[in-house]
């Protein structure tokens, strides 16, 4: 061993040459690394390509910015109980949906808890729909069928209130607003799952 | 007035003149075609006399005598501004769907909208917020290329045992289309997408305000921003001026009349995608987010509603498309499925587009069972409607790509054979 080690130029240079190979590696990693670096590049950096287009105005975002959110973003200020809803809803709803959500002839709005897995399954706001903020943000959307954009934001906290008591979700009294309404645990909230297809076998060729 | 007295008057005579000369003409050429036929026919070497046909027009219409059109469903309590319209598949050759007999599905009908006061807004978590007029995205590198559109509802006749009574009724909620417009990743790097966007919210000018949310993976793919369909403007019924393109996945998600896109962190949960185009599973629970159309295929010609004129040589031809991509192999049967064999595929065969495929058929005059299935270059083979339900239930309404069978009685009248 002694010997070995005194005269021990093959290994020695063998540990040598591997720690010149090893920082040459390290080296071309950084530069592949480099190389590679634009694609992961941060949004940030991004400079307009072809400086199309203009930056729109607070005023006009606000105008069109209408998406709601589960957790309430996008609600603006405002208050209504299902016992306002009433009106609005038996002026403006009812020839569609029925005077208990329940009769048609278009969507049915009520009823239908525990009937998903059955052979019957009736999807109604109340048993299907996932969130109240979403009936929220279609009423003001795109409802009354034939005149969408028209209900106020009181009446529209007020209709999503009288749906949710058709339901049974809420009471006739409970007051809903911007704080209020992303708080309701709809009866189908856990109900969705992702997409799990294909669920049929693929053949790997 | 007194100049202009004579002046109209000339012009009257001159009409009258013009108008006795031209009967006297039409009367002296009637004649002559008479004394053409009876007298110089039989001993002349002159053709026959023909009259001229239709003069050059501005905007081409198809012949008179062709009739295919648009089935608009009106059999339930639905608004026609809510309601749906029907490609007749059976009607239609090679893989491109006339604009006029694209399927429709609107939700609040179609607007009229002017396109030079129309705009793209892009905004939410972008560095920078962009306003794009149609014109400014026009003056961009566009693109064109062919994809098919399927609504997801389509096929939803086959679910249940009755089936549909025609391939057009059945399965009529696909079109295939040449598109051009720019890239949405192209617009969307524009305005630097934060690094927290994961999701966009895509809008329409709709009355409804139509919208969905797609991942953001997919809106940098190969989602296109459109504003041609077979190379004019697209028609309103199909978004003019601009809809969203999204190659392969439902039809909802190709917002029409596109006015916004707002990129998200988490989808915005409307409520086309909570409680409308979810698949509803037998165990109560239900699908979300099933954007991709699976591999699917169908014959049109022979289809139900036709009949044969006795045995002897047919073309079996029909449409097979994936949403992941392109066509590998469609085989055919003609005795209910115990065989299959392959039919030849019209090239170029193009991806997430409808492809044409033929087969030579000699009848012999007994009952058949035909259909097609379609495998896509992912492997995936289209499935049997029994499969589907074996594993959905009969109440997942939507993504029905099963497969289709026609019977062929002997008599030659063709039926949907989905339940026999």
Known sequence: MQIGRSQGSPKGLRYRVGIIVGAVAVLVAILVAQAFRPAIEPAVAQSPTFGIGRAPTAEELKAIDIDVFPDGRGLPPGRGTARAGRETYTSRCVTCHGPTGTEGPQDILAGGQGSLNTSAPLKTVGSYWPFATTLWDYLRRAMPFDHPGTLTTDQVYATTAYVLFLNGIVGEDDVLDETTLPRVKMPNRDGFVGDPRPDIPVKKK | ?420
């Open chain 2, 1 to 420: 007035m007194p100049r202009m007295e004579p002046s109209r008057s000339r012009d009257d005579a001159s009409r009258r003149r013009f108008l006795s000369r031209f009967f006297s003409l039409g009367a002296a050429w009637s004649a002559a075609l008479v004394a053409c036929r009876s007298k110089y026919r039989p001993d002349s070497d002159a053709l026959e006399p023909r009259a001229l046909g239709a003069p050059v027009s501005e905007y081409g219409a198809r012949s008179t005598f062709e009739k295919a059109k648009r089935f608009v469903q009106q059999d339930r309590q639905v608004p026609l501004e809510e309601s749906a319209s029907q490609t007749p598949l059976h009607d239609t050759f090679g893989i491109i769907t006339p604009s006029s007999l694209h399927f429709e599905r609107h939700h609040s009908g179609v607007p009229q909208i002017d396109p030079a006061r129309h705009t793209l807004t892009i905004h939410g978590l972008v560095d920078r917020p962009l306003v794009f007029t149609v014109d400014e995205l026009k003056r961009l590198p566009s693109v064109s290329r062919i994809y098919f559109l399927e609504c997801s509802g389509n096929s939803r006749s086959e679910w249940r045992s009755s089936g549909a009574t025609d391939a057009q009724r059945g399965h009529g909620l696909t079109s295939c289309s040449e598109w051009t417009g720019v890239p949405l990743s192209m617009l969307l790097k524009e305005c630097a997408v934060k690094p927290e966007g994961a999701w966009i919210l895509a809008e329409g000018a709709d009355p409804g305000r139509h919208d969905r949310s797609i991942p953001i993976v997919k809106a940098m793919d190969d989602v296109m921003v459109a504003y041609g369909q077979n190379g004019e403007p697209l028609r309103p019924e199909q978004g003019y001026p601009l809809r969203l393109l999204v190659p392969g996945w439902e039809g909802n998600v190709n917002v029409k009349w596109l006015r916004r896109v707002k990129v998200l962190d988490r989808p915005a949960m409307s409520r086309e995608e909570t409680s409308k185009y979810t698949d509803l599973m037998p165990d109560g629970t239900a699908r979300q987010f099933t954007f991709y159309m699976e591999a699917k295929s169908l014959i049109t010609r022979p289809s139900a509603g036709d009949r044969l004129r006795g045995a002897g040589v047919y073309e079996l031809t029909g449409l097979a498309w994936s949403g992941r991509g392109a066509i590998a192999r469609v085989e055919i049967t003609i005795d209910g499925g115990q065989s299959w064999t392959a039919a030849e595929l019209q090239t170029p065969v193009l991806p997430k587009a409808h492809t044409r495929f033929r087969w030579s058929w000699k009848w012999d005059g007994r009952d058949a069972l035909l259909a097609s299935r379609a495998t896509d270059e992912t492997g995936y083979t289209q499935p049997t409607v029994q499969r589907l339900v074996e594993i959905r239930g009969v109440n997942s309404n939507y993504h029905n790509n099963g497969i289709q069978m026609w019977k062929v009685d002997s008599n030659g009248t063709v039926t949907n054979a989905n339940r026999t």
